[in-house]
């Protein structure tokens, strides 16, 4: 068998009505024209055929649900045009259903759309059984010529030259892999070696813990934090500085010229080389080095693959490169209660056949599954020395001790730990380290500032006048409440308003060189001040008075003093 499915297993609470079911999944075929796809494997051409076949099966007596679901992983056949199975498995008040899908018609992406139809178009048909779901007859022809077009549409913008704006820098990604591969040919170097799955995970609380402070923080994506985390571990365990991975996007890009496939049932996904290099850096650089190699990818990694195989025979070559590792972060789950299909905590069979080529040695895969950061490493260990699961709990323990050291900073002043990257900054850097002896020549510390910007050509006018007259543009504004406030809310109201606006936590500087810079701190204090002016006599409107001239001629540095003050006086008891 060499099939190479998706597949899932589901919970629905009662039973299930086999007519309606068979009717859902006869009109899903129509609905979704990927699932009728039929490849031609000599000319590697594929076609739409005018109906689809599917395979559907109910448990039999004597047998296993995962003797069930096997059978369906080996009912998929490409050449015969069944690209889909379903089985049910009614126990008690619960129904088991099994689905699988041939990968060449579905993605992570498909599984969610069909999920949510099967669920639309059965409750239809249980409900009006000789009904025709409304609108159902016009969507197919619109989701085959988007399949259709789609395709041709990719195609014609390579030929054209729509991506050659990024082939430079394929083709430099390409060859530091190829460097990479010259160098570590001792790993993955048995051919006939078991594939075998280890998988680890982080408890809920921890998993949320880890992506709050990740986001807060490190202002970094779950899919960048637990890449870097593998990276930390590949280089601890392996004593290998350099990584060369196959990274997995949807691949469902809005791309000029090229229609929407966002909502369109079909294998879009997108694969692409990184080659991260001298990942040896020490404490939270190597985070900073990943976030910014991403986020420098250009089209998200999506013109890779129409590079390599739609540009002419030179290019393709100059790109041809076969990474031993993949990358896939399969995003999160979130499940509600009380939803038709709940996941069930079972395997599905063997979703790839015996005699499937797998195209990497080892998959690198993460999700968050009911709230928990799943781990998962799938094929060959790197070296006979090394087992997959040490690797996997070097790659656990990393997540872990981010998270301890994330913590430790929200419970200190921010000190120079440096957390600011070079894609977190509108200033062109030309490194971690111009940034980080920027921030050290200003005296601040590196975990207190959140972003730099440059300054408009005003704001940098406006600066220019400030280094002269400093109480210049100190603008005043003052109030009388006419009904009693809470205080202690009032004041936090203030902390909080300052928490999210970012202008009211903006300090500007002149760098050594000239440069004038916006610097957006984590948190600013001294922003807010009470005073009880109850006791200050009939004078106090002279004194008030004064208070407000004191203020707004205090001047101020721009940089280090909040340039938003707020006073509150309370002058009687009942305001």
């Known amino acids: 068998a060499n099939h190479f499915n998706l597949s899932s297993v589901f919970r629905i609470a009662g039973s299930i009505d086999m007519t309606a079911l068979r009717a859902a999944?006869?009109?899903?075929?129509?609905?979704?024209?990927?699932?009728?796809?039929?490849?031609?494997?000599?000319?590697l051409e594929q076609s739409i055929a005018v109906s689809g076949h599917y395979v559907l099966r109910e448990l039999q007596a004597g047998q296993s649900r995962q003797q069930c679901w096997q059978g369906l992983q080996k009912a998929i056949d490409l050449n015969k045009g069944v690209l889909l199975a379903v089985g049910v498995a009614g126990e008690g008040d619960e129904t088991w259903l099994a689905i699988v899908v041939h990968h060449i018609a579905a993605d992570e992406v498909s599984g969610r759309l069909f999920g949510e139809n099967l669920e639309r178009l059965y409750k239809h048909y249980l409900a009006d059984p000789k009904g025709a779901s409304s609108n159902a007859k016009r969507q197919p022809m619109r989701e085959a010529l988007g399949l259709i077009n789609w395709a041709a549409q990719l195609k014609g913008a390579v030929t054209q030259g729509a991506m050659d704006q990024d082939l430079g820098y394929w083709q430099g990604v390409v060859a530091q892999g190829r460097h990479v591969l010259d160098q570590q040919?001792?790993?993955?170097?048995?051919?006939?070696?078991?594939?075998?799955?280890?998988?680890?995970?982080?408890?809920?609380?921890?998993?949320?813990?880890?992506?709050?402070?990740?986001?807060?923080?490190?202002?970094?994506?779950?899919?960048?934090?637990?890449?870097?985390?593998?990276?930390?571990?590949?280089?601890?365990?392996?004593?290998?500085?350099?990584?060369?991975?196959?990274?997995?996007?949807?691949?469902?890009?809005?791309?000029?010229?090229?229609?929407d496939c966002s909502s369109t049932m079909g294998w879009f996904t997108s694969l692409y080389p990184c080659v991260f290099t001298g990942i040896e850096?020490?404490?939270?650089?190597?985070?900073?080095?990943?976030?910014?190699?991403?986020?420098?990818?250009?089209?998200?990694?999506?013109?890779?693959?129409?590079?390599?195989?739609?540009?002419?025979?030179?290019?393709?070559?100059?790109l041809a490169l076969k990474p031993r590792l993949s990358f896939n972060y399969l995003g999160e789950s979130v499940e509600d209660d009380n939803a038709w299909l709940r996941t069930a905590n079972e395997p599905a069979g063997d979703d790839h056949g015996d005699d499937f080529s797998e195209p990497f040695k080892l998959d690198?895969?993460?999700?968050?599954?009911?709230?928990?950061?799943?781990?998962?490493?799938?094929?060959?260990?790197?070296?006979e020395t090394?087992?997959?699961?040490?690797?996997?709990?070097?790659?656990?323990?990393?997540l872990r001790g981010l998270s301890t050291r994330l913590q430790a900073l929200t419970q200190n002043k921010p000190g120079n730990e440096s957390l600011l990257s070079l894609s977190d900054c509108f200033v062109p850097f030309t490194s971690l380290a111009q940034l980080d002896d920027t921030l050290a020549q200003l005296g601040l510390p590196a975990a207190s500032v959140e972003e730099i910007l440059p300054l408009t050509g005003m704001q940098s006018g406006m600066w220019m006048h400030c280094s002269t007259q400093p109480t210049a543009y100190q603008d005043q504004v003052a109030l009388r409440l006419q009904q009693p406030l809470d205080e202690q809310r009032f004041a936090a109201a203030v902390r909080a308003l300052v928490d999210?606006?970012?202008?009211?936590?903006?300090?500007?500087?002149?760098?050594?060189?000239?440069?004038?810079?916006?610097?957006i701190f984590r948190e600013r204090t001294g922003n807010y001040q009470y005073l009880d002016a109850?006791?200050?006599?009939?004078?106090?409107?002279?004194?008030?008075?004064?208070?407000?001239?004191?203020?707004?001629?205090?001047?101020?540095?721009?940089?280090?003093?909040?340039?938003?003050n707020l006073t509150l006086v309370q002058i009687s008891a009942s305001c």
């Not at 985390?229 to 469902?252: N, P």
């Not at 968050?368 to 060959?380: P, S």
């Not at 999210?500 to 610097?519: D, N, P, V, W, Y």
Request: net charge negative; charged share 25%; hydrophobic share 40%.
């Open 25 to 43: 999944l006869d009109e899903l075929l129509i609905l979704h024209p990927a699932l009728c796809l039929r490849l031609d494997t000599d000319a």
């Open 185 to 259: 040919q001792n790993l993955f170097a048995e051919d006939a070696v078991n594939r075998s799955t280890t998988v680890k995970t982080l408890a809920r609380e921890n998993t949320q813990e880890l992506l709050q402070l990740g986001s807060s923080l490190l202002r970094m994506t779950p899919p960048e934090l637990v890449l870097a985390a593998f990276l930390r571990a590949w280089q601890s365990t392996l004593d290998s500085a350099d990584c060369l991975l196959s990274l997995e996007g949807h691949g469902r890009e809005q791309y000029e010229g090229l229609g």
């Open 281 to 318: 850096a020490q404490g939270f650089d190597l985070y900073r080095e990943v976030k910014d190699s991403l986020r420098r990818l250009p089209s998200k990694g999506f013109t890779y693959l129409p590079l390599r195989y739609f540009k002419d025979q030179e290019v393709g070559e100059s």
């Open 364 to 383: 690198v895969l993460a999700r968050i599954t009911q709230g928990q950061l799943e781990l998962t490493l799938r094929g060959q260990s790197p070296n």
């Open 386 to 398: 090394l087992t997959l699961s040490a690797l996997a709990d070097a790659w656990q323990l990393e």
């Open 500 to 519: 999210e606006t970012q202008a009211l936590r903006t300090g500007f500087t002149q760098t050594s060189h000239g440069e004038l810079l916006q610097i």
């Open 534 to 564: 109850r006791m200050w006599g009939e004078g106090f409107e002279e004194d008030l008075t004064r208070l407000r001239v004191t203020l707004r001629e205090n001047p101020r540095d721009l940089l280090r003093d909040s340039l938003f």
